[in-house]
């Protein structure tokens, strides 16, 4: 991520003059089923305007909303993944006007949501408390053409209704954030939980994932919730950072001055790197919520929910729990953090599974495997195992292990063939150590060096060991001989 | 001299065309004869195409010569009330904001009749919306009662009531939310039920208070509207309310009488009513009491609540029901400088001022810091009605009552007086805040020569036992009283 021209530093504590952050995040995530929420119109992204569209996702006269059971599959998948309680809900309708609202009112769930009271631990080992993670219907699409982006200074607007009933998760945090890294922590971790699940796409950019923050400021060692402002706009991690930092900071330098925000929507201006208010006092909604009379209250059966809970493996924090739980207490945080990732995971997991060394296949996973996954169509499970074998077999050395990893995502050929093709057959250890004694040879004033004590140079001979093995020698076997040597010598 | 299809009734008369003693075209040119007669005094239709009617006879007919598999009510004439939707005709809820428009699709209503082989007439008059109980909301025209044209038919299914009381229909559906089919039923002298809620699909009607709308039969007789009702009672997947499991016959139940049925008097319902209506349902007491019924009054205070609940719970839905009219999608749209000002101008300009008054109305019943002081209340009353009703049914089978509490009234009389409107309502609204069925049957004229009707009552379900009941009724008044029909 590049750096951000303000003073927040990502990966440090948030206080500014002695105020700390409050934040809660709402996470709309699109879901992904095939229809949409209240008719069978298809639910896809990127189709020709209008052309997934019904009475019903029209909200023609006379239609009404039939909901479709998979999205309450998913909305339950999401709430137990998220530690909440699963229970009887309702349907009710916010009221309010705008064109790509084509009903007048959005069909959500308002005092009695589906899931409530949960929690999503992050891997820094922070909790976040989620409040809720209801239902609701997307709204259509609206864009302004000619002359300015606003719909005010328009020539014309042009509405696609492909995506009105789309249905959606929004997922409410508690005001448990309390910096900008951990809003960042706390979205990167749960886009990873909605993937896991199969539930969403988490694509940021395409809307598919939204997030609005709500933020407010107090000082530090306070409990108090003081006045917050809901941030929108915020389409890329980048400017959930740096949204929340100026918002805090406007807030202090607010209450620094003795004056205090108020509680608005505000947008994040990207361009120009500052929130903006959107609407004045005068036009806030009042949506007149009120209990949908076109649909039963939705009470899921235990044995229902059940079923779905059963249908839950691979949350990241299952997956973290499984590598952690096969490394034996050994640390690799920060590789598997990586490993973790929705396409990774299976390959380290099937690698360990199948009784490769933990530490191995997660090294390479996190390492090789990341670099080279974007673009490998010629890799499977089975040849990345195949591969870690060979080189936990010290068949080949670690250093051709990941020359053939790379290869082998890209060649359409055999291991073995790749192997002779690449000439990757590990040196013969006593051709190795002849080796060392030759580059030892070659390097007198830096061997006395090294058997004066500086170790930092034995990089520098096992180098030269491996270009002029090309790359076969055993790093092991070598360093072997390098220390064999120097009790020889000194 | 030859029979007039008309004269039939519906079951007769799709016998008849199965038979083949009467074609289709026969049946759609008597239609056609008797709207020409009728029509230009009455103001039934807000939509009629003759020649569209005969090419579909022309179908019909066609399909019985070859001997095809037709439904229940082939060749027989519905009129539509125009707010369910219709894909081969206009739909405006007599609105000028749906002037114009074209539905993509058939209610699920419509389609059903059209399955059963019936003949989707024409679309009816009503309150614009179906917000009225005169059918002098339309903001087409003004439909009169066939009985005295200078009466109103009742509303806001008005044109429906009319055109069967004219005989320019045999069947026709109403909508009713809160007495909506069966006060103008009772005004026109005609048969009018409103079914549980959830009883037929509200697919394809258009929203007016969608936990209290229900479609229903409007029908010269009470074997007519059970046809109909049968017809019609379906489980609909693409209503969420739409009850679960089979209904009930009800044609069947002609002969079973009412012995030893328990009949209850509410009489807060008789209390609000003109002597010669009360004097009238205490007669139909009398008559059932003599056929073997157990008749006895009984109070359910919660029923005078009725009123004031309703009005605020109908507006409320209502309100959102119809944000949806704001020119962006379909009907009317009034251009505007802003999108603000679009809105303001389509909707001022669209809707007529019952429709504003209740939109206001229902606005502010649900805004922030008033809702539980109105809607949340009328919420809390709309429980108490339904409890007591179904502790009531603890004693009683039925219940009966006035219908409207008097006849039809003059056009123009109430309807620059809201109040006065509102109160025609009374007798009918705890049913729909109950969400349960009734009747309402014609029981002869009164002194003035206008049809008084009579309304029973039932819990959840009853619909079998209702028209047993309404069947009773029915040749009580043949028996006893001076024919109501038109």
């Known amino acids: 991520m590049p750096r951000s021209n303000t003073a927040y530093e990502i990966g440090t504590p948030w206080l500014y003059e002695g105020y700390e952050l409050v934040v809660g995040l709402e996470v709309h995530t699109e879901l992904k089923t095939r229809s949409k929420l209240f008719c069978s119109c298809a639910n896809e992204f990127g189709n020709i305007p209008n052309t997934n569209v019904c009475p019903v996702c029209l909200g023609l006269p006379g239609t009404l909303p039939v909901l479709n059971k998979t999205v309450v599959e998913l909305a339950i998948k999401i709430g137990l993944a998220l530690n909440c309680e699963v229970r009887k809900s309702t349907f009710h309708r916010k009221n309010y006007f705008y064109p790509d609202l084509p009903k007048g009112y959005q069909i959500s769930q308002y005092d009695l949501p589906i899931n409530s009271d949960g929690y999503l631990d992050l ?139 108020i509680q608005e929507t505000r947008h994040w201006d990207e361009a120009r790197q500052r929130t903006d208010s959107l609407r004045s006092k005068e036009e806030a909604n ?28 691979d949350t990241p924090k299952l997956k973290r729990a499984f590598l952690n739980e096969s490394l034996a207490g050994e640390e690799m945080s920060d590789q598997v953090e990586k490993a973790i990732d929705l396409e990774l995971y299976p390959y380290v997991k099937h690698a360990i599974e199948v009784g490769v060394s933990p530490r191995l296949a997660i090294a390479r996973t996190a390492n090789e495997l990341a670099a080279t996954i974007s673009d490998a169509p010629y890799l499977s499970i089975e040849r990345f195992v195949e591969v870690l074998r060979l080189e936990e077999d010290k068949e080949i050395s670690p250093s051709q292990a990941k020359v053939l990893l790379n290869a082998v995502t890209k060649r359409d050929e055999s291991v073995s063939d790749i192997i002779s093709a690449l000439d990757l057959k590990k040196a013969d250890d006593g051709e190795t150590r002849s080796v060392v004694e030759t580059v030892v040879a070659q390097s007198p004033s830096e061997w006395a060096r090294f058997l004066e004590g500086q170790d930092q140079l034995m990089g520098f001979f096992v180098g030269k060991v491996m270009k002029l093995t090309g790359g076969k020698a055993d790093g092991s076997v070598v360093k072997d001989t390098l220390l064999q040597l120097r009790q020889r010598d000194s | ?44 239709f807000l939509h009629f195409d003759p020649e569209a009617l005969l090419e579909k006879a022309s179908v019909l007919d066609e399909k019985v010569l070859r001997g095809e598999t037709v439904g229940r009510l082939v060749g027989v004439p519905v009129a539509v009330k125009d707010n369910m939707v219709t894909s081969d005709m ?14 993509p699709y058939d209610a699920t209503v419509v389609e059903l009749i059209k399955d059963a082989g019936g003949l989707v007439v024409g679309k009816t008059n009503l309150d614009e919306f179906a917000m009225g109980s005169s059918t002098e909301n339309s903001a087409y025209k003004v439909t009169r009662n066939p009985h005295d044209l200078s009466k109103v038919p009742g509303g806001s299914s008005g044109g429906s009531a009319a055109a069967v009381a004219a005989r320019m229909s045999i069947l026709a559906l109403g909508s009713d939310t809160g007495g909506s089919i069966r006060q103008p039923a009772s005004l026109c002298g005609v048969v009018g039920v409103k079914p549980t809620y959830g009883y037929v699909s509200r697919y394809g009607l258009i929203a007016f208070a969608s936990s209290l709308d229900q479609i229903g039969p409007i029908a010269r007789t009470v074997k007519d509207a059970a046809l109909l009702l049968e017809v019609i009672g379906e489980r609909d997947p693409k209503d969420s309310t739409s009850i679960l499991g089979e209904r009930p016959k009800l044609v069947e139940r002609e002969a079973f009488g009412v012995e030893s049925l328990r009949i209850g008097i509410v009489s807060e319902l008789v209390d609000n009513c003109s002597t010669e209506v009360r004097d009238r349902v205490f007669m139909a007491a009398r008559l059932l009491e003599e056929r073997g019924a157990k008749v006895d009054t ?19 839905e209502a309100s959102s029901n119809l944000s949806r009219y704001d020119g962006v999608r379909f009907g009317l749209r009034k251009d505007g400088s802003s999108l603000t000002d679009m809105f303001f101008s389509t909707r001022t300009e669209g809707f007529g001022d019952e429709v504003k008054r209740r939109i206001m109305l229902g606005t502010y019943a649900l805004s922030s810091g008033y ?4 809607y949340g209340k009328a919420l809390a009353t709309r429980g108490l009605i339904r409890r007591q009703f179904n502790e009531v049914y603890k004693d009683f089978d039925l219940l009966l009552g006035p219908t409207s509490p008097t006849t039809a009234f003059a056009i123009g009389e109430k309807s620059n007086d809201p109040m006065a409107m509102y109160m025609n309502d009374i007798c009918t ?24 009707g009579v309304q029973l009552l039932g819990p959840d379900m009853s619909e079998p036992l209702l028209f047993q009941a309404a069947f009773e009724l029915e040749r009580l008044a043949k028996e006893n009283l001076e024919d109501a029909r038109a």
């Open chain 2, 298 to 316: 009984v109070s359910a205070k919660a029923v005078t609540l009725g009123l004031s609940a309703y009005y605020v719970i109908a507006p409320a």
């Open chain 2, 1 to 44: 001299m030859e029979v007039n299809p008309l004269d039939l009734d519906a079951y007769s008369l799709s016998g008849a065309v199965l038979s083949k003693e009467i074609s289709v075209s026969e049946v759609v040119r008597s239609v056609i004869a008797q709207v020409e007669l009728r029509e230009p005094s009455i103001s039934a």
């Open chain 1, 286 to 313: 009042d949506y007149r919520y009120f209990l949908e009379p076109d649909l039963k209250a939705l009470a899921p059966t235990e044995g229902f929910i059940r079923g779905i809970e059963s249908q839950i493996v």
């Open chain 1, 123 to 261: 891997p820094s080992g922070h909790r976040v408390g989620i409040v809720r993670a209801h239902i609701e219907e997307d709204t259509g699409k609206i864009t302004h053409m000619g002359l300015s982006g606003r719909m005010d200074k328009s020539a014309y607007s042009l509405i696609d209704y492909n995506r009105a009933g789309v249905p959606l998760t929004e997922i409410v945090s508690a005001p448990d954030i309390h910096s900008p890294d951990q809003a960042r922590e706390y979205v990167v971790e749960l886009r990873g939980v909605l993937m896991a699940l199969g539930v969403s796409d988490g694509r940021m950019e395409e809307g598919s994932l939204r997030v609005d923050a709500n933020v407010s400021v107090r000082p530090m060692g306070s409990s108090e919730l003081r006045t917050r402002c809901e941030i929108k706009n915020l389409n890329s991690l980048r400017s959930l950072v740096r949204a929340i930092d100026y918002e805090g900071k406007r807030h202090v330098k607010l209450y620094m001055r003795d004056d205090a925000p």
């Open chain 2, 90 to 103: 206009p739909t405006t809820a007599a609105s000028k904001i749906l002037e114009g428009w074209r539905p």
């Open chain 2, 371 to 374: 809702y539980d002081q109105y």
């Open chain 2, 429 to 452: 609204i705890p049913s729909n805040l109950a969400g349960h069925p009734a009747v309402s049957i014609p029981f002869g004229l009164a002194d003035n020569g206008l049809p008084i």
